[in-house]
């Protein structure tokens, strides 16, 4: 069981940077496999990444490879999304979610919506040109 909560989000132009945090309560949160995802307006909920429970593997949408890094703190229940390069199309609310890891699951697994157990609410990130 985890709660999690989103902050950071906040307008910014084009080329900037932004730092997404999610903070996690509840126990466990270090056994938790967590993933970042978006869903501009009219648009369906898309996988941004995603970082298994150890932090020592990463996964991206190509769209944000290079762009976006994704880092977990286990010891302060907190997983972050720096966000560098930042485009007008990045628009979104942005939400973090958490699962337990799924025994033998391929990465592509982590990038369901649908396969994520807890989400949080969610902050708004605006990118103008």
């Known amino acids: 069981q985890v709660q999690l909560v989103e902050s950071g989000g906040r307008l910014v132009q084009a080329g900037g940077s932004l730092r997404l945090s999610c903070a996690a309560s509840?126990?466990?949160?270090?056994?938790?496999?967590m993933g970042w995802f978006r869903q501009a307006p009219g648009k369906e909920r898309e996988f941004v990444g995603a970082?298994?429970?150890?932090?020592?593997?990463?996964y991206y949408t190509d769209s944000v490879k290079g762009r976006f890094t994704i880092s977990r703190d286990n010891a302060k229940n907190t997983v972050d999304l720096q966000m560098n390069s930042l485009r007008p199309e990045d628009t979104a609310v942005y939400s973090c979610?958490?699962?337990?890891?799924?025994?033998?699951?391929?990465?592509?697994?982590?990038?369901?919506?649908?396969?994520?157990?807890?989400w949080g609410q969610g902050t708004q990130v605006t990118v103008t040109s």
């Open positions: 970082i298994s429970h150890s932090g020592d593997s990463t």
């Open positions: 509840g126990r466990s949160f270090s056994n938790y496999y």
């Open positions: 979610a958490a699962r337990l890891p799924r025994q033998y699951a391929p990465p592509t697994y982590y990038k369901v919506p649908r396969n994520y157990d807890y």
